[in-house]
Every structure is written in C-alpha cells, then in structure tokens.
C-alpha cells in the first residue's frame, strides 16, 4: 500500500506551518520521512536549498530537524538537567560529566524559551506541558531549526495549551520553522500561519491561515475561549468549513447532531458519593435515560476518577449509588457490567481495547458469560456479533479478525464502543471519546452517541473539549475538585462551564458573560 | 492484508514449523549414530522420563500467558513427594487415598501461590522465587534430608512403570492433560481472558474480566497438576526424597518457551509446548545413545538445550535480522 504519493510541503523559517488531515491521511508518514525514519521512494528533500540525498535520523539531528511527540520522551526518574544533558552531551562511554556546566546549560535553555521550571526537578513531578516544554528544550538546545510537534496538545487543559501556544510563538520569532500537527481546528486558526492539508496520501492544498497583525498575548484564563470566533470573522481567507472541506472531500456537518430525545426514567443516581482513594466527594447527580449528560472540569478535577467510582475500579466509600430506585453497591466492573453499567475510558490503547488481539476478540471481551454460557468459544456466534457492530458502526478494517491495533484511532474508538454496546447498557460513560480522533470520525461518533441517547441509553460524556461538551450535552455537570459544583443546561456558554471549572464565582461569572455578550 | 491479519498467528505457525523440523532432524541423527535410539523400549522410556517435565511445562503454559511464571513447580513437585510418602508410609492411607490427599496439598500450593499474587499484587516472579525455597524446604524439614519413602506397594508402582493398552501408564495421563489444557487454552473463555491479561492487565480489568480469579485458576491447576507429577514421578523411580524434582521449573519453562509462548505473556500455544517437551525429550536420551556423547551426555544435554533454545527462537526473527543487515549496509555509503 502507498502511503504517500506527490506530496509537496514546504517549510519557511519563523513561521508556524499546520500539517492536517485525516487518521491515515499519511501525516506520519511524511514526518517519518522528514525525520529520516523512513526513506521516500520518489521525489526529493531539500535544506536549506541543498538536496539531501540520504535522510537517515542522525543527519536529520545534524540539519537541526527536531520533533516532539505527543508523549514525551524523558526518562521520568532523572531529573530535567539530567534529561537535557543526555540528549545534549557527548555520548562517548566514558565522558567525564560536568554537573556545573551541565545544570547552568539546562537552566540557560529553560530561560530561552520561557519556561519556569527548575532545572533540578524529577521529570516524573512535572506535568505533560512542563515535559514538552523540557522537549523543546532539547531541540532548542541541539540548534534545532525545524521543530515537528505531533499533536502537542491532546492531552492539556486549555490553560496549558496557552502556555505551550507563547513558547511555539516565541520559536517562531526567533526564526525556527515549525509543523504544527492538530486535529484542533481552533488551534491552527490561531497558532498557524499558513495550513497544509493531506488527504490520502496526497496534498490537497496549502492556505493562508490569516492576515496577522500582531502577536496577541494569550492570557492563561477563561478569556480565551471567547478569541476563537472572534477571530474566525477576521481571517477571510480561510474557513472552518473550507477546511473541513480540504480534509475530508465531502462536506462534513461540524454542527453537532441535535438532540430528539426527552429525559426519560432516572437509570441512575448518585447521593453523596465519595471515594478517598479516588478523590471524589460528595457527588450528587441523576442520569436519566435518553440523556446526555457532559462531564466537564479541567484534568485532575476528578472526572475520570468519578466514572472509575461508577464503574467498580476504585469502589465508592460512602455515599449511596441508586440504580432505577434501587439501591446498589459496586465493587468491581464485573458488578458494573452485571448493572448495566458501561465505561469508554480515555486511554484507548491502554484500557479501551487490547492491540494485540483480533477485533473480534476485542469486542465480546465484556459477555463472555452472556456470548460463551458453558465457557467454550462459540468463534461463528462471536464472528457474526462482531460484524454486526463492524457494520453498525461503519467500522473501516479488513474484518473480524484484524488486530485492534492495526486499525487507525477513531475505528479502534468505535471497537472500544462497540465492546459497550454488546453488553446492552443501560447507562453508558464515554471518556474523551473523540480524543485523538480526526474529524470525520469525530463527527460520526457524535452520531453514534446521539442515536444511542435516542434510543434510550443514559450516557455520560467526560470531554475537555469544550464545544463538544455543550454540543452534545443536554446538561453539563461541571466538577471541581472532586465535586461537582454546577449543572449547567446543554448549550450554556463555553465560557460559563469554564468559568465554573475555574472556581469563579457565579454571579461575577454571569456578569462577565453579559459584559461580553454586549461586546460583540 | 492476509500477512497483517494473522500476524501473530502466523508468527506461531512457522515457529512451530521451525520446531518440527529440529525434532527431525534430532530424530534423523540419532537414528543413524546412536545405537538402539529407535526401539520400542527406548521409544517408551523417553516418554516414560518427560511425563513430569510434560506435565509441568502444560500448566506452566497458561501462566506464562497471563504474563505470569512460576518458579515454585519443581519444589513444589518435591513436597508433594514426600507429603505422599507420609501419607502413606506414616499415616498409613492406602496409595489412593494418600494420592488424593497429595493433590489437595498440590491445590492448597498453587492457592498460596495465587493468594500472594492477587491478594497482595505481588509480581508471580517474587511469589514463586519465595515459595521456590519455602516448598523445597518444608520437603527437607519433613524428612529432616535424610528420610527416603521407599518400598511401595506393586500395583502404586505400576503407574510408573506400567503399560495401558502398549502406551507407558503415565502417558495416558500426560496425554489427558494435555487435552484438557488445550481445550483450556485454546477453546475456553479461560483460554481468551488468560491472553488478554498477558497482553494487557490492566485492558483486561477494564473489559470487566474476571483477572484475580483468572490468575487464581492458573496457579492452582498448576498445582494440581504438580502434585500428580509428582505421584508419577515417585512411582517411576520407586522412591520419594526431598530433592525430587529439583531444576524442573526451569527444564519446563525451557519447554514452553521453546514452544514458541512469549514469556512477556498472550502469545503462545499448548501444541508449541508439547513440541518443545519433545524436543528436549529426545535431546536428553539421544545423547546418551550415541557412542561418542555417551560418557558426557548430563553435560552436553544442558548446552546443546541452550543451542537449541537460541536456534528455535533466533530463525523466527531471521527475516527482521535479514531486512536490518541489508538497510545498515545500504545508508552506510551515504
């Protein structure tokens, strides 16, 4: 199979070049091979005006070509001096170590690009964005003119996301090329200069993001949201819509699905519940059938940690869980499933499915007892369920027996689902479902979920990402350090569940969304 | 397509293709330089000497797909020995009754085993290393080293050494495992949710499976199946000490790992396992059968087992070795 064929990119120093397109479009292909990891068949690669013959990963490092993964690469027990040093340092065996020279060079490069971390602490104590920013670093460090960043923020709160947008803009001054990877739309219309889009292994085009005139100070708060249609008026050149266009060569409605359905019965509901070990307290909420229910909080607010409460992984300590009125406890997923009890979790390829194992395999993982009664492996039952959902959920694979892992993000996604759904739930908890999912999928399990609440299902949907959040929900809890401080209903303002994950206060909160309101 | 879709599964067939023809070519060998390798007797005799390693490296299999391993099966063998021959010699049972009392002892084993793993999450690794001494010292305590159980009754040592139907007695019991673990592992919910927890505990526990009682079974059928080795194993040389299977978990991890099961756990088939108990089976005896070898087979078996064991597992990555040398040597010149 090809991957790529024809593509034509092209890097300016100092400016923020946004690579997009589908899961398999073959972004990654292209930076293996602007990274040297793979080498092209065809075509050529020039720096600098030189043609480089042969890209092998350690010219690439010489040519200054750096990228930073969405997970970064630190060994977590050494400390950020250490991580620096290594990268950086000669790798003779047995060079003597300078420790001054080696902290004084971390701290310089730290300062560089702005970043407040000391030099001295454990990588493992410092969050994902702080980790990047180490990253940078290193490249920044090793001279680095081209710096590729693989989806750098699918995994940051909207405050570190500011944070990593002033060191990407500060590179670009200085004159680095950047590629920028994101399935964030708003992001590119922010950060990016000009947008690439692949789509099946070709370049559809490349676009002006907008008519810059200046740098905007991205202030770390909830003002931020508000920038982003705002600046979308701005920028003639470039749509949303065009863009999803370019991506996926059919128009896609980004608008999310409306909801049909009325609140039924409650399924579920939550009195009180707390759990130590998980730091959840106190949690109070009804889930009803037919709804949707979002999630929303900045990461470590507990949301995660309430839907491992639910689910029997961490088991509640106090406080009361009622299914349809009745009372129940729950202690592990065996006794979820047994309730009817559902759980997506966030880490796809740790907890959502097994890579290794066939589709199939995957997906009748949770009614063994219900598929296999006599505890033998009926294979034709469990190929036909399996198809069943392949079809249902439009899932794109070679069949049954594929492993989960060769399968792209969001069809591993619908897998994850479709594992739920075999067990007929009655409330189903969706965490990030469309994390890392490029947006024709995204927009598909939108449908999915929708069509689920339609018939009857009670879901509830932890997401970071905002507009999917009041897209989707017919009420949005928001939590708060372990608590669940507000419910808004479905379509409130992002900056209103923002402000409440923030802790401001809701009257100051009401008012500054009025003030806003009148402004534009 | 077809190449990704059975990846795994393909990677296993040639593995056990690859072990197919080393046992031929042993065979081959030892039929043309030793000297009567291939009569009925030594035919039933190689059997009759790798019913316990066979036995073992069986219920070895599935822990070592759940990523798990157990180190603690040869002591555990040893103890069982001994509790039989106590059983029978000093509470006077009659060689039944003690061999259902030893099972239950094997069962009770594997259950401290697994009480230590699930319970207290501790790595199978650091259990069994522990329980390795604990069981092979309970087995010196007992006898105080010296004891030996001898002079059992006729029809006990006819297990050992006996035939059913022209097959060794003993066989018959190894081939009855062999069905029942294979039916296990390859045809049960068992089989399914021991893969997943190899390739993935924690994936496992979010698909809702069963994990603690899954590792649970594994450990004590293991011990189970121990505690009947070591019935055989006291039969066929007619006497029980307390170094009775010393050095064989390691001989049955051998198997199973020559038999084509990832010791990082999922991968893995019970067939690769009784191809690999072959293998060394024949190794072993053949040695002792050829002229040359035959006054230091015990030393030449143990480092033609580590030839054997790199060969098997080197030729199943030969085509990544090949593709590697040829991309070095081509971005060399640039």
Known sequence: ?520 | MNADKHRWKNILARHETILVILLVIEICYFQLAGIRFGTADNEANIVRHSVEIGLLALVMTPIILTGGIDLSVGSMLGLCAVLFGKFWRDAGMPPWLAGFCTIGIGAMCGGFNALLITRLRLPPLIVTLGTFSLFRGLAEAITRGVDAFTEFPDSFLSLGNGTIWGLPTQAWILLAVAIFVWLLVHRTTFGRSARAIGFSPEGARYAGLPVERRLATAYILAGVVVAIASLTYTSRLGTAKADAGFGYELLAITAVVLGGTSIFGGVGSVHGTLLGVAALAVLTNGLTRVPATMNMAGELSGVLTGVLLIVALAAGSLPKLIRLLRRRSRSKPA
């Open chain 1, 1 to 520: 199979m090809q991957a790529l064929r024809g593509v034509s990119f092209d890097l300016r120093a100092g400016e923020v070049h946004a690579l997009l397109g589908e899961n398999g479009a073959g972004k990654s292909t292209l930076i293996k091979i602007i990274t040297g990891a793979h080498q092209p068949d065809g075509g050529t690669i020039e720096i600098d005006g030189r043609q480089i013959a042969h890209l092998t990963p350690a010219v690439a490092h010489q040519l200054g070509i750096a990228c930073i993964y969405q997970q970064p690469a630190l060994f977590p027990d050494l400390t950020v001096t250490e991580n620096i040093g290594i990268r950086l340092e000669d790798t003779r065996p047995f060079a003597c170590v300078k420790w001054t020279t080696r902290r004084q060079h971390a701290a310089e490069l730290l300062q560089r690009i702005g970043a407040d971390i000391s030099p001295d602490a454990e990588v493992r104590s410092l969050s994902m964005p702080e980790q990047q920013l180490v990253e940078i670093a290193c490249a920044i460090g090793a001279g680095a003119r081209i710096v590729i960043m693989d989806e750098p923020t699918a995994s940051l709160t909207q405050q570190e996301v500011g944070l990593l947008f002033a060191v990407v803009r500060e590179l670009r001054q200085s004159g680095v090329g950047v590629i920028y990877i994101s399935h964030r739309l708003e992001e590119i219309f922010e950060l990016a200069d000009r947008v690439t889009v692949l789509r099946d292994g070709e370049t559809v085009g490349t676009r002006a993001v907008k008519c810059r005139t200046g740098f905007q100070p991205v202030a770390a708060d909830s003002h931020e949201f508000a920038q982003t249609d705002d600046r979308q008026d701005a920028c003639p050149t470039l749509t949303e819509t065009e863009l999803i266009r370019l991506m996926v060569g059919r128009e896609v409605s980004n608008i999310y699905p409306p909801a049909e359905s009325d609140a039924g019965d409650v399924v579920l509901s939550l009195k009180n519940l707390s759990c130590a070990a998980g730091g959840v307290k106190n949690v109070s909420l009804d889930l009803r059938a037919g709804e949707i229910v979002g999630l929303a909080g900045l990461i470590g607010a507990g949301r995660t940690e309430l839907a491992r409460v639910l689910f029997g992984i961490t088991p509640a300590d106090e406080g009361e869980m009622l299914l349809y009125g009745k009372l129940v406890t729950i202690n592990s997923p065996q006794d979820a499933i047994a309730h009817g009890i559902g759980y997506v979790p966030e880490d796809r390829r740790r907890h959502g499915v097994i890579l290794e194992m066939p589709i199939a395999h995957n997906v009748t993982m949770a009614i063994h007892r219900r598929l296999f009664p006599r505890i033998w492996i009926r294979s034709e039952a469990e190929r036909s369920l399996t198809l069943e959902y392949i079809n249902n959920l439009d899932v794109k694979t070679s069949g049954p027996a594929a492993a989960a892992g060769s399968l792209s993000g969001g069809n591993q996604q619908k897998i994850a689902l479709a594992r739920w759904l075999a067990t007929k739930p009655k409330l189903l908890i969706l965490d990030e479902p469309t994390q890392g999912v490029d947006v024709g999928a995204k927009s598909e399990i939108h449908k999915i979920i929708r069509r689920l609440a339609k018939e009857g299902l009670a879901v509830l949907m932890i997401s970071s990402d905002l507009p999917e959040i009041v897209g989707m929900s017919d009420r949005v809890a928001v939590m708060r350090s372990g608590t669940i401080v507000e419910i808004l209903p479905g379509g409130s303002d992002s900056h209103e569940v923002m402000a409440a994950a923030l802790g401001q206060r809701k009257e100051l909160n009401r008012r500054d969304a009025e003030t806003r309101r009148t402004v534009t």
